[in-house]
């Protein structure tokens, strides 16, 4: 599964867009958090790797913003492990360990849309990398041959 950031301008965002992709493309996909309100709107979603070109040439086509979200790197040597990013995850990414250590489970992080992690980190170890897109998505992560 490959996450998608869709973001949805004011003058779309009362259009039933998700349900059209889904519904022309027939594409399933699951998303995993989601703002939208009368001004416009960030929806995260998670599309089969398969069909991620697919569904982006959709949305955009839907004048719907389409980017990948940054994802989080964390220094491990230089973590304090003092926990202050614990609390904060919305999605359950970041356990304390036995040991009191901190683990990022990276399946579970919706990295940018989120980033309260990073900003919480007092030693500054946690940082979000570089937005991926659909040219550095190997032919195997679109489901090309």
Do not use: W
Request: include cysteine.
């Amino acid at each position: 599964m490959v996450r998608v950031l869709l973001r949805f301008p004011e003058k779309i965002v009362n259009q039933p867009i998700i349900a059209q992709v889904l519904l022309q493309h027939r594409i399933t996909l699951n998303i995993i958090a989601a703002h939208v309100d009368f001004h416009g709107g960030n929806v995260l979603i998670e599309v089969p790797k398969e069909h991620v070109e697919k569904a982006v040439n959709a949305f955009k086509e839907r004048g719907v913003f389409v980017s990948f979200p940054k994802l989080i790197e964390v220094d491990k040597d230089r973590c304090l492990n003092c926990g202050a990013c614990y609390s904060l995850c919305p999605v359950g990414a970041i356990s304390i360990g036995e040991d009191y250590s901190i683990s990022f489970d990276k399946e579970k992080c919706i990295g940018s849309p989120c980033g309260l992690c990073v900003d919480a980190c007092p030693a500054r170890v946690i940082k979000l990398t570089k937005e991926l897109n659909l040219s550095v998505l190997s032919d195997e992560e679109r489901g090309s041959n």
